[in-house]
């Protein structure tokens, strides 16, 4: 028993550190998980015949027992996988090792020593098995023939769409009068993205498909998947308070929390104004161009509370870099430098991707991410696949679904709210919120349709029951262009497609 109580930990830990060091998922997990199916039962095993010899007994079958051993590991680690567990839990590390503390000795035991009976371990194993089967169904990823990792695979638009497609490029492409005017729509480049093959891809005004475009407020929707990543790592919890992983300024932003941040119901009183409003009162352009650049989590913590965090809501770039700031010191001390990476960006493909930072490093996670328009489309099919990527889950089973959900704080009360501004976790989404707004924000589009937008007309729209993505990167200065009116064009132009 007391090697199973250290061999337990000391591979979960090995488990864990092999498979951090991979950028790709499936080459990282496989040596991780044979450290962990393969040295408790080996070391129970070695000790276990090496104390039938000092003792004396006869008739060791250490075959046999290594056998049931691994057996016996396999059951006992797919029961775990069927409860969700994780090893970067102390709480489930903990009681994985009492589990094996108590199996895997008794089945060894029995086999080198022909003492006891194997019926308690193997009913274990049975009722592991037939457990599993349903956890493993619902956990399963979404299957795809082909991803896009390497590059998108190309398909075509269907037969017979040609008044379609010249009602939507009319649209989406038509300039008015001359460019450096900025009047009108100025789309710089559309992606449709259908059953996860590229079956429509054009470019405007001078712009190229290899060229990263500014992202603006989509991301958000970045920091969004970045901290799914580091919850699913075990290093940060959406309940947890910020200063648990950061200092803030005023002592009293340390009552809120990260899902505070992921949901704009910081409380915090900020001024969410652009280059239309008043320069000197705007908190995020002082927080992004003046005294704020150099250390942007002390900038935005130093602003007052106006609302206990979780009762309301308000759009805030404040809360959105801040909770960038709280993941990136979550994961840095364990994943080093560049985590985001090789946990993320990599592993999707999404190679073009840059995060600009603030003077000691944090990225700005509300608005300065630069990608290429396929990349960004990368991000917006990983949300469509439910956070998983040729079969391995980045994001954390239900992170997708909870964060198209309508938040409490929008539903208690909203500060300077529009209502188009219909969020769930820094992405937007196209539900009514009852009692308050009844019609959908995009109501030519289905309701499961969310998005992630910027500011100047950038967005990267994920309808799953279309399976479809459609991006459009753009410098829209007027507010002449309305999401509504182009998804109400573009899906005309897939759907019923097979």
Known sequence: ?????????????????????GTSTVLAALPALLIVLVLPALAVVVVE??????????????????????????????????????????????????VEAGVLPGAVRWMTRRSGSPAMSGLLGLLVAVLVVPRLAVAACPSRDTWPTQDWPQGALPAGREQALKAFEDYAFTLEGKDEE???????????????????????RGFQANQRHLGWSMSKSVTNALTAVAVGHGVLSVDDPICKHVKATNEAACAITVRNLLEF??????????????????????????????????????????????TSWEYSSGDATLLAGVVEAAMRPRFGDGWEWKLLFEPVGARSVIFERDGKGTVVGSSLAHATPRDWAKLGFLFLNDGCWEGQRLLPEGWVAQSVAVPEGLKQKR??????????????????????????????APEDAFA?????GQS?????????????????????????AFLARAIPLVEGAP
């Open 452 to 456: 992630m937008r910027g500011h100047w």
């Open 182 to 204: 900025r009047n009108g729509i100025r789309t710089d480049g559309v992606l449709i993205i259908h059953r996860g093959r590229l079956v429509y891809e054009r470019y405007a």
């Open 49 to 98: 015949r090496w104390l039938s010899r000092r003792d004396g007994a006869r008739g060791t079958r250490t075959g046999a027992a290594l056998g049931v051993a691994l057996g016996l590991q396999v059951l006992v680690l797919v029961g775990a996988i069927w409860a969700g567990a994780s090893a970067r839990r102390l709480g489930d590390a903990a009681l994985l090792t009492l």
């Open 415 to 444: 500060v300077d709210w529009d209502p188009g501004d219909v969020n769930g976790w820094q992405l937007w989404l196209n539900r009514p919120v009852p009692g308050f707004q009844e019609q959908r924000p995009w109501p030519d």
């Open 1 to 21: 028993m007391a090697v199973a109580v250290l061999s337990v930990p000391v591979s979960l830990w090995l488990g864990r550190w092999v498979g951090a060091l």
């Open 265 to 310: 119901s910081s409380g915090l009183d900020w001024k969410e104004g652009y280059e239309n409003g008043s320069l000197q009162t705007s908190s995020v352009l002082a927080m992004l161009y003046g005294e704020g650049r150099r250390d942007m989590v002390g900038f935005i913590t130093s602003h007052a509370l106006r609302d206990k965090p979780g």
């Open 460 to 484: 990267v729209t994920v309808i799953p029951s279309l399976d479809l993505v459609v991006v459009r990167m753009a410098d829209d200065r007027k507010k002449a262009f309305e999401l509504n």
